[in-house]
């Protein structure tokens, strides 16, 4: 019994030494411009997810979705957000191949997380990724405002889709009720 537990736990040193060996002398690609391997999104979302939970606070949007107030966040959203997620004429962002990992093409694949999440995410940033903290550069109020625009975009009033269809040409009707298939999605 006693050999047993020993190999577990030189098991376990051999495996964080040979971690730290591969980090240390730069095995590890660190090139933005390719494809995650499929469980290195895995931890990585999941681990997103589990901070998210643990320290996000579960604060209500102060804001109320009125009209007005959602063509601000759609205009704020336009531009401080669009550069990375996605434009508002249904184009994908010229920089989702160039980060890693790629921001979530938000107005293609719309978010599935409570208005909290979206929200800490917007306000807090996401670390090593190319995600800005936000609160250095908006409101308050600027930040619930995407909050708001961004948890409401597959049901947005006619006022706010009238606003969208003027503005970028393209209806945000058409693309309701298709298939929701987000980039990233929220686990409980």
Same mark, same amino acid.
């Given at each position: 019994?006693?050999?047993?537990?020993?190999?577990?736990?030189?098991?376990?040193?051999?495996?964080?030494?040979?971690? !730290?060996?591969?980090?240390?002398?730069?095995?590890?690609?660190?090139?933005?411009?390719?494809? *995650?391997?499929?469980?290195?999104?895995?931890?990585?979302?999941?681990?997103?997810?589990?901070?998210?939970?643990?320290?996000?606070?579960?604060?209500?949007n102060p804001i109320p979705a009125t009209?007005?107030?959602?063509?601000?966040?759609?205009?704020?959203?336009?531009?401080? %957000?669009?550069? %990375? &997620?996605?434009?508002?004429?249904?184009? *994908?962002?010229?920089?989702?191949?160039?980060?890693?990992?790629? *921001?979530?093409?938000?107005?293609?694949?719309?978010?599935?997380?409570?208005?909290?999440?979206?929200?800490?995410?917007?306000?807090?940033?996401?670390?090593?990724?190319?995600?800005?903290?936000?609160?250095?550069?908006?409101?308050?109020?600027?930040?619930?405002?995407?909050?708001?625009? !961004?948890?409401?975009?597959?049901? !947005?009033?006619?006022?706010?889709?009238?606003?969208?269809?003027?503005?970028f040409g393209v209806s945000p009707k058409?693309?309701?009720?298709?298939?929701?298939?987000?980039? &990233?999605?929220? &686990?409980?």
């Open positions: 019994m006693r050999n047993f537990i020993l190999g577990i736990i030189v098991t376990i040193v051999v495996a964080i030494v040979v971690g !730290l060996v591969v980090a240390y002398f730069g095995l590890m690609p660190t090139n933005a411009d390719v494809t *995650p391997p499929e469980f290195e999104q895995h931890i990585a979302m999941s681990a997103l997810d589990a901070s998210m939970e643990r320290h996000a606070p579960r604060a209500a009209d007005d107030n959602l063509i601000a966040g759609m205009k704020l959203y336009t531009m401080n %957000c669009a550069v %990375c &997620h996605g434009t508002l004429d249904y184009n *994908p962002s010229l920089l989702e191949h160039s980060m890693y990992p790629p *921001p979530p093409q938000i107005i293609l694949h719309p978010l599935d997380d409570p208005e909290w999440h979206i929200y800490y995410a917007v306000r807090t940033g996401v670390r090593y990724t190319g995600m800005a903290a936000w609160s250095k550069a908006l409101s308050e109020q600027d930040m619930w405002k995407i909050t708001a625009f !961004l948890s409401h975009l597959e049901k !947005l009033p006619p006022a706010v889709q009238d606003n969208w269809e003027k503005s058409t693309h309701q009720g298709g298939e929701h298939n987000g980039t &990233h999605e929220h &686990h409980e």
